[in-house]
């Protein structure tokens, strides 16, 4: 069974910053087209960003494009979200996800096969 481990959430003002890193633990697990996902109090689960295997290509939900970043260290098989200017609305626990194989969608939870507990993310006005 995959385990992918969130870590660097925490609380921050507005306007801060934070970076989440995501990495397998247990068995050897080569990260795959990964994306990252939010969950706020009361409501569903909600796409963020996505990155290719590779890297070569990314998507970002249009309210947080030019405040996040979602990259990937290959060498090290670690994923990461940049979070700047970080707003009151952004509160929510952060997830990432893997998916096995590139497919057409990839803003639905049904697109991804793995999942991490989630880090939250606490952004105070």
């Known amino acids: 069974q995959v385990q992918l481990v969130e870590s660097g959430g925490g609380l921050v003002q507005a306007e801060g910053s934070l970076r989440l890193s995501c990495a397998p633990s247990g068995r050897t697990f080569s990260l795959p087209h990964m994306g990252w996902f939010r969950q706020a109090p009361g409501k569903g689960r909600e796409f963020v960003a996505y990155?290719?295997?590779?890297?070569?290509?990314?998507f970002y939900l249009d309210s947080v494009k030019g405040r996040f970043t979602i990259s990937r260290d290959n060498a090290k098989n670690t994923l990461y979200l940049q979070m700047t200017s970080l707003k009151p609305e952004d509160t929510a626990v952060y997830y990432c996800?893997?998916?096995?194989?590139?497919?057409?969608?990839?803003?639905?939870?049904?697109?991804?096969?793995?999942w991490g507990q989630g880090t939250q993310v606490t952004v105070s006005s």
């Open positions: 990155i290719t295997r590779s890297g070569d290509r990314t």
């Open positions: 996800a893997a998916a096995r194989i590139l497919r057409m969608s990839i803003r639905g939870v049904n697109d991804y096969d793995y």
